[in-house]
């Protein structure tokens, strides 16, 4: 059974920074590429980025709103995914998912999400 | 990126059927036929029912159903079910390789 369970977050200030790990089992993670989503509080899913596959690069895409600021990375050794998150502004307050890409574009499994608050 | 527009609210008798709308732009949902669905109840994290626009995950039932159209795809509910009760997000590729997601739709069994 796949499962997915992120970790890291809480509260922290604006400007600063936190990092997200996102633990799996029950596939071969190496074998697949990789998202964050994130949820703010009352509104809808935001895609954050993804990361490839080393056997394809290995390297990473990201929206718009967090480019330069958020970094993706994985540790197939692991079995663990990460989000890096520097510069925090109040408006990345939110529920962050990891989630398998399945397909070519969709998101298969999920994981239970964690809270980030960015707040003075 | 915009987020692609979804109305907010749709509702349904047990055992109708509903239908909720995603529209995009000709460089999202118009150029993709890579649309997914995904059903999120309160508090839980979203659930993939639809992929590659029109297919079935294992698992998820085929009174969930996708097409498009244009610069709209459709998200159709079959004999809708008081467990249906939940948000829909619709979700594209879009361009420089990334992902657009809906506005969400909350979709409510009378």
Redesign the interface.
């Known amino acids: 059974e796949v499962q997915l369970v992120e970790s890291g977050g809480g509260l922290v200030k604006p400007g600063g920074s936190l990092r997200l790990s996102c633990a799996a089992s029950g596939f071969t993670f190496s074998d697949v590429w990789m998202s964050w989503v994130r949820q703010p509080p009352g509104k809808g899913l935001q895609w954050i980025g993804r990361i490839k596959t080393k056997f394809v690069g290995g390297t990473p895409d990201y929206a718009a709103p967090v480019k330069g600021r958020f970094t993706i990375s994985r540790d197939d050794s692991k079995n663990t995914l990460y989000l890096q998150m520097n510069s925090l502004k109040t408006e990345d307050t939110a529920v962050y998912y990891c989630a398998t890409d399945f397909g070519e574009s969709s998101f298969g499994s999920w994981g239970q999400g964690i809270r980030v608050t960015v707040s003075s | 990126?915009s987020?692609l527009t979804q109305p907010a609210s749709v509702s349904g008798s047990p055992g109708q059927s509903i239908t909720i709308s995603c529209t995009g732009t000709s460089s999202d949902v118009g150029s993709?036929n890579?649309v997914?669905w995904?059903q999120?109840h309160p508090g839980k994290?979203?659930?993939?029912m639809i992929?590659?626009g029109s297919?079935w995950?294992s698992g998820v039932s085929n009174r969930f159903s996708g097409s498009k159209s244009g610069n709209t795809a459709s998200l159709t509910i079959s004999g809708l079910q008081t467990e249906d009760e939940a948000d829909y997000?619709c979700?594209?590729?879009a361009p420089?390789?990334?992902?657009?997601?809906?506005?969400?739709t909350k979709v409510t069994v009378l």
Do not use: D, I
């Open positions: 990126q987020a993709s890579l997914s995904y999120q994290a979203p659930k993939l992929y590659e297919k995950p997000y979700c594209s590729n420089s390789n990334t992902f657009v997601f809906g506005t969400g």
